[in-house]
């Protein structure tokens, strides 16, 4: 049997926006973008490498959907993104204005930091000793 996650559902006010901060600050890939209806539209991101997961950004369609916008996890870091070298991306990151809440700290898993994506949704940026002893393969 054979079962993965394809995408990752992120409610967003604006697909424009959303695309302009996914690409330009954190330079994940947009790999699809089609208008399904007026005002809805099929857009999918990836950070660069990504094999197994997207995120599929969801303009909020209602009053309902929109008061999940920055907050799809209840305050807790809903999204975990890998790096092979984090030094580089919390600088690069740092220099685009990204705003990290926690600074990054050491773990016995690896380096963490957390910061907000441009809705407040908080984000792990973690660089996994895994990287470090050749356990994640990264080509």
């Not at 790096?83 to 600074?103: I, L, S």
């Amino acid at each position: 049997m054979y079962q993965r996650i394809a995408y990752i559902a992120l409610v967003v006010s604006d697909y424009d926006e959303a695309i302009d901060f996914y690409v330009n600050k954190l330079d994940f890939q947009l790999l699809e973008d089609t208008k399904l209806s007026e005002g809805k539209r099929w857009v999918l991101i990836a950070p660069p490498g990504a094999r197994e997961c997207s995120l599929l950004l969801a303009k909020a369609a209602n009053e309902e959907q929109a008061k999940s916008i920055g907050n799809q996890s209840g305050g807790r870091v809903f999204l975990f993104l890998f790096t092979d070298d984090f030094e580089r991306d919390y600088q690069k990151f740092t220099e685009r204005n990204v705003r990290f809440v926690r600074p990054p700290q050491l773990f016995e898993y690896g380096k963490v930091a957390v910061f907000e994506d441009l809705y407040g949704n908080k984000w792990d940026l973690l660089e996994p000793n895994e990287f470090n002893k050749g356990l994640i393969n990264t080509t």
